[in-house]
């Protein structure tokens, strides 16, 4: 799956004020970028996140985990949280602070964060796009498990 990042902003991780929009090249950047920029966080849009129910997803570097960490909601219904959390646990290779999911009454949607460096098939010379394209997949799969 090749994803179409229509929107890649650099923002800081303080303020969560973008830094910078940046351009299509930047998504070849190696997610590394993260790690010499720790105050940093990648924050994508992208049309076709719409086909596994997120609307956006942050990635960062955790300086205190030392993990690579995506951030997104996840738009299924609150009945499906035993089933998240299986596959979270059977998926994400274990870490301090490899994952968690919460249900958000608010928002309505599960609140996931992942750590990349956790997931079959990352290496950290991997492409920011390729990031992205990666947790795409490990979404997809999730509901295809939920079998929504």
Known sequence: MILNLEVVE??????????????AA?????ISYLKENQ???????CTQFQDIRIDEMAVEYDDA???YTALFG???QKKHGETIRHYLKENVKSALGSSSASFSMQ???????????????????????QVYELLYQFVAQL??????
């Open 10 to 23: 650099r923002c800081s991780k303080e303020t969560e004020e973008t830094i910078a929009v940046t351009e």
């Open 26 to 30: 930047f998504t070849n950047t190696p």
């Open 39 to 45: 105050s940093e966080f990648i924050f994508a849009e």
């Open 65 to 67: 985990f030392r993990l």
């Open 74 to 76: 996840l738009k299924v």
């Open 107 to 129: 928002e309505g949607l599960w609140e996931l964060n992942v750590a990349v460096d956790c997931l079959a098939g990352f290496n950290e010379q991997m492409t920011i796009q």
């Open 143 to 148: 509901l295809e498990t939920i079998e929504l």
